[in-house]
């Protein structure tokens, strides 16, 4: 056998050896990308919608990507569902499948986690969420408070974990926000936009209360 032929056979079966390693690499990320992990309950505490999806209360499960993992997908969930005007924060974007089933996703090729029901109820308290308030709050005209405004129409009231800040407190301080002229927040209150949180500065964590929509926001 000539050197030349031996060389160009010894070539094309390391170029082959290489090219099966690379598809298995490939194949390996790829199952990796799409493994999911099952997370384990998370209470939903009142009928809620995220943009298209529709998350009536009870227990859900949520499935999240290997890539996102179990704890930054509940974290997400309870960010979402606590968005005051439902627009996501870029990339993510969310997918109703039916009521009590949704998929969050961020495009690129990077993983997301899918949420479905499994049963249970609502009200009480959700450590990642805080607790419900009994009952609703009418807001009988729409009305600014700071840089929000509040149509008409109920509300639920939330205390979030660790906070000081008992239901009827809340009610109280909503309603003193809602008669205060030219819409002004009474100082020294603050609001977060994002999840329409409101807090004072000093003492941020045990003073919140926040104020949602009593059927979620689309």
Same mark, same amino acid.
């Given at each position: =056998?000539? @050197?030349?032929?031996?060389?160009?056979?010894?070539?094309?079966?390391?170029?082959?050896?290489?090219l099966?390693?690379?598809?298995?690499?490939?194949?390996?990320? /790829?199952?990796?990308?799409? #493994?999911?992990? /099952?997370?384990?309950?998370?209470?939903?505490?009142?009928?809620d919608?995220?943009?298209?999806?529709?998350?009536?209360?009870?227990?859900?499960?949520?499935?999240?990507?290997?890539?996102?993992?179990?704890?930054?997908?509940?974290?997400?969930?309870?960010?979402?569902?606590?968005?005051?005007?439902?627009?996501?924060?870029?990339?993510?974007r969310?997918?109703?499948?039916?009521?009590?089933?949704?998929?969050?996703?961020?495009?690129?090729? =990077?993983?997301?986690?899918?949420?479905?029901?499994? +049963?249970?109820?609502?009200? +009480?308290?959700?450590?990642?969420? +805080?607790?419900?308030?009994?009952?609703?709050?009418?807001?009988?005209?729409? /009305?600014?408070?700071? @840089?929000? !405004?509040?149509?008409?129409?109920? !509300?639920?009231?939330?205390?979030?974990?660790?906070?000081?800040?008992?239901c009827?407190?809340? /009610?109280?301080?909503?309603?003193?926000?809602? #008669?205060?002229?030219?819409? =002004?927040? @009474?100082?020294?209150?603050?609001?977060?936009?994002?999840?329409?949180?409101? !807090?004072?500065?000093?003492?941020?964590?045990?003073?919140?209360?926040?104020?949602?929509?009593? #059927?979620?926001?689309?």
């Open positions: =056998m000539s @050197p030349v032929r031996a060389s160009r056979r010894r070539l094309s079966f390391f170029f082959s050896l290489a099966v390693a690379g598809l298995a690499v490939l194949a390996f990320g /790829s199952s990796s990308a799409v #493994a999911k992990d /099952s997370c384990p309950g998370f209470k939903v505490l009142h009928d919608r995220i943009g298209s999806a529709e998350l009536p209360a009870g227990t859900y499960s949520v499935i999240a990507a290997e890539d996102l993992g179990c704890e930054a997908a509940s974290k997400l969930f309870t960010r979402f569902l606590q968005d005051w005007d439902g627009n996501l924060p870029r990339p993510w969310v997918t109703g499948e039916g009521s009590g089933v949704a998929s969050f996703s961020r495009g690129g090729g =990077m993983g997301g986690f899918t949420v479905r029901r499994t +049963g249970g109820s609502g009200g +009480g308290t959700n450590p990642e969420i +805080g607790k419900l308030c009994p009952g609703t709050f009418t807001v009988n005209a729409g /009305s600014d408070v700071g @840089p929000l !405004y509040f149509a008409k129409g109920q !509300y639920l009231l939330y205390i979030p974990a660790r906070s000081g800040i008992t009827r407190r809340a /009610s109280v301080l909503f309603t003193r926000f809602l #008669a205060a002229p030219g819409g =002004m927040l @009474p100082s020294p209150w603050r609001v977060l936009t994002q999840t329409a949180t409101f !807090y004072k500065p000093a003492n941020p964590t045990r003073s919140a209360f926040r104020v949602e929509p009593e #059927a979620g926001v689309s």
